[in-house]
């Protein structure tokens, strides 16, 4: 009688720490997506931020560079690809569309001295590019932790508790393919 009680007594101890054990990973795996998600919030902020300093930056150069339709329609078309895109791979293409526009955008300024001198453009051109600063310092935050969580939930033993509770690895904010090259802005057809 007195060893059956032991060995039930060592079962129920292993039983509660292997339960114990499951909801600790599964905590840990919360945790980690949660962190996910508000790193993923903040590159979306940083985005907002851009696409709504965008019409200001527009109107500027509409001001000094009325004719240059087919650029602003450009931006406006990436802007709101930005602002309604569902997925981090859907808003990685339209950011990536976005900054080829607003390359193009900028550019312009080279054509017209006049732009290039006036203040409101300035100050929305360093807005824009501190803009740029943090949503890459929000993507790289987002793409570590990520990796993180992607790392966490494919390691075993914690790849059976993140199975049998369903989380799914998640996607990178990664730059499309070309990201880094240069936009070709080709000033031929402008009237000039």
Do not use: C
């Not at 940083?46 to 602003?72: C, M, S």
């Not at 930005?82 to 808003?91: H, M, Q, R, T, Y």
């Amino acid at each position: 009688m007195k060893k059956s009680l032991i060995v039930l007594i060592v079962v129920v101890v292993m039983a509660v720490g292997l339960v114990g054990y499951v909801f600790g990973m599964y905590n840990n795996l919360v945790a980690a997506e949660e962190n996910v998600n508000s790193m993923w919030s903040q590159v979306d902020n940083q985005l907002q931020r851009r696409a709504d300093l965008i019409p200001n930056l527009v109107e500027t150069v509409k001001g000094y560079a009325a004719h240059e339709q087919a650029v602003f329609d450009s931006v406006n078309e990436a802007r709101s690809k930005l602002l309604s895109a569902g997925s981090v791979g859907d808003a990685a293409q339209a950011n990536q569309e976005l900054t080829g526009a607003l390359g193009r955008l900028l550019a312009i300024s080279e054509a017209y001295p006049e732009l290039k001198a006036d203040a409101n453009f300035r100050s929305l051109q360093d807005e824009l590019a501190g803009t740029e600063n943090r949503i890459a310092v929000a993507r790289m935050d987002y793409n570590n932790a990520v990796k993180s969580y992607n790392t966490k939930i494919r390691r075993f033993p914690t790849s059976t508790v993140s199975g049998m509770f369903g989380f799914e690895q998640k996607q990178y904010f990664q730059a499309e393919e070309g990201a880094k090259e240069v936009p070709k802005v080709d000033f031929s057809g402008s009237g000039k």
